[in-house]
């Protein structure tokens, strides 16, 4: 009887695991003429160090469509706007340059956001405030003269002043901004407000490069800090400024909020003058 029960017990699980095949089968053929995979996507994780890199290769490119490109090998500053669109008219050459100038200068756009994004970072995340914003002044005056150079072929020109002045001028706004912050209430929003149009001044009057796009994209991701939607909308609404920036709020986005980087921090201090000075040579001997 009981070898009976059994044989019985296993024709019948015999039976299941048939009919079990036979329906992924079928699920598996069905899927094959749906076009519909079991995918899993996953988000890719981003340090510091990757949005540092990242940004810092969208510059790199910016800064060869302006120096080399433009500066060195179209000579930009010898048409007036009307002569180069004649120019570029007659000669298909320069017309492809001139194209490949504005791509990189695009490109370029990329990095403001994500440089503003790791300001407010490291602002909030700094051991020591004082160092941070006296790093920054430091390597502000000595990009100056590389920066004047790059972009002007000028040891000293006036007319515009270098991304650095910027972002000190936005450390000292986060400074001011934390303690209206702290203070709270209308009068602390108030307060906030006003050191933002303070801060838009002073980048207006010294005519310093991402100047209001990084102000009021640094305020943004400070004063909506934990607001994440409100601050990624605001966020990419300033960055249009730079045509391209709202396309960097993916890496932004990514971030995992490690902040580990392979290297010192004053490496990436220290590449902006120097990529600066490299291409401004360049150009001059194209020139």
Known sequence: MYT???KREGVRRQKENCAGRSWKGEEQEMAGMTGRRNVV???????SFGLKMFACAAMLLQTIGITVVQNGIIH???YTQEGLSKAMEADSTLMMQAGIGSVLQLI???AVPVFAFLLVEGFLNTSSYRNYLLGMVIF???SEIPYDYAVSQKLIDWSSQNALV??????LMLYFLRMCKERGGAAGNLMQAVIVLCAIAWVTVFRSAYGLCMVLLVAD???FYTKNVLKTILGVIASLLYVTGPLSFYPIWCYNGVRKDKFSKYVFYAFYPLHLLVLGLIANLLL
């Open 4 to 6: 009976e029960n059994k």
């Open 166 to 171: 910027t972002m000190s001028i936005c450390l």
């Open 140 to 142: 502000a005056l000595l």
């Open 221 to 223: 991701f400070y004063i």
């Open 108 to 110: 370029g756009g990329l």
């Open 76 to 78: 930009l500053g010898s």
């Open 41 to 47: 996507w996953k988000t890719p994780e981003i340090t």
